[in-house]
């Protein structure tokens, strides 16, 4: 089975700087997706970004993106001038053949003023 | 626009009592999906379906049944309460599994069993 292993359980980042979460993830497959979600105290799953892995180019949404390097199974997401409200958990979660999805066990970020 | 409704937010247990949670979708998704979320671990599969009438097992699937007669309803079904089920459970749908498509969750159910 797929595992997915996020391995900073807390993070933290000044107002305006930027950060990086790491993933990494074991498959045999070469077709796959790999994803980002944001939970913030709400509780509310939402997606941040995503990745084909057929395609080498990195993932970009506003001030998120990706280091996708497929050889290493490794999926990092860097946050840019990060704001208050990125304040949250962060979770890197793998879909594939076996038509589930799998979820690491997050990064909780804090985003100090 | 409901999305994906769960049903009940809150809801206290007695060790051995079972009940069911509620999940439906009006999006039409084929795959469906219940995870728990546990402090430290991440949110784990439990069951998932691909369609009406196909179900199968996740990560962590002892203690949970489910059934899928419908597009649109996922009942996760706790038939002897235990302790180790208290956590925090979503359940997700999306239109094609395995695929880019991302996943639309509930708004999750705090389960405490006593």
């Known amino acids: 089975a797929q595992t997915v292993t996020q391995s900073q359980p807390e993070m933290s980042v000044q107002e305006a700087e930027t950060v990086t979460l790491s993933c990494t993830y074991d498959?045999?497959?070469?077709?796959?997706?790999l994803f980002w979600y944001k939970q913030p105290p709400s509780r509310q799953m939402i997606l941040v970004i995503r990745?084909?892995?057929?395609?080498?180019q990195n993932a970009t949404e506003n001030r998120f993106s990706v280091n996708f390097q497929k050889a290493a199974k490794s999926f990092s997401l860097k946050i840019s001038d990060s704001q208050l409200g990125d304040t949250a958990m962060y979770f890197c979660?793998?879909?594939?053949?076996?038509?589930?999805?799998?979820f690491g066990a997050g990064t909780r970020l804090t985003v100090k003023p | 626009n409901a999305g994906v409704t769960q049903t009940p937010k809150f809801q206290v247990l007695k060790t051995g009592q079972s009940m069911t949670l509620q999940c439906a979708q009006d999006?039409?998704?084929?795959?469906m999906s219940w995870y728990r979320q546990d402090p430290g671990m991440g949110l784990r599969l439990i069951h998932y379906?691909?369609?009406?009438?196909?179900?199968d097992q996740g990560e962590v699937p002892n203690g949970y049944n489910v059934s899928r007669s419908t597009t649109e309803d996922f009942p996760l079904r706790l038939l002897s309460a235990a302790p180790s089920q208290t956590s925090v459970y979503f359940c997700?749908?999306?239109?094609?599994?395995?695929?880019?498509?991302?996943?639309?969750f509930g708004s999750g159910t705090q389960l405490s069993v006593l």
């Open positions: 997700a749908s999306s239109y094609v599994p395995g695929s880019y498509e991302k996943l639309f």
């Open positions: 498959t045999s497959e070469n077709n796959y997706y």
């Open positions: 990745q084909e892995a057929y395609k080498q």
């Open positions: 979660a793998f879909t594939g053949r076996n038509n589930d999805m799998r």
């Open positions: 999006m039409n998704h084929e795959y």
């Open positions: 379906s691909v369609g009406a009438g196909i179900t």
